[in-house]
């Protein structure tokens, strides 16, 4: 069992800089392959960026390319995801999952989720 909780969500102009936290519980953190995930209003869940167990490859969203920068440190059990060059369209509510999986964008390969933390990016 692995628990999520998200952290670094708020409110910031276009343009502007998030750094969103995600803290893991379990000695088994390196077990999990991790990705971030967002959810407009109206909109499906899409991943966002991913990366493999000790961080050798990534995944990124076509839209978040060299803007956004996920990484993770193992021995704080945490993945990151940097925001930077925010634009009105990435307000979501932002989820960070874990997975088997070595490295995938599909929601439904991941099996532990957090609770999810609001970003708004006002224009």
């Known amino acids: 069992q692995v628990q999520l909780v998200e952290s670094g969500g708020g409110l910031v102009q276009t343009g502007g800089s998030l750094r969103l936290s995600c803290a893991a519980s379990g000695r088994t953190f390196s077990s999990y392959a991790m990705g971030w995930f967002r959810q407009g209003p109206g909109k499906e869940r899409e991943a966002v960026a991913a990366i493999t167990r000790y961080g050798i490859r990534t995944y990124y969203l076509d839209s978040v390319k060299g803007r956004f920068t996920i990484s993770r440190d193992n021995a704080k059990n945490t993945v990151y995801l940097q925001m930077n060059s925010l634009k009105p369209e990435d307000t979501a509510v932002y989820y960070c999952?874990?997975?088997?999986?070595?490295?995938?964008?599909?929601?439904?390969?991941?099996?532990?989720w957090g609770q999810g933390t609001q970003v708004t990016v006002s224009s």
């Open positions: 999952a874990a997975t088997l999986v070595p490295l995938t964008n599909r929601p439904s390969e991941y099996d532990y």
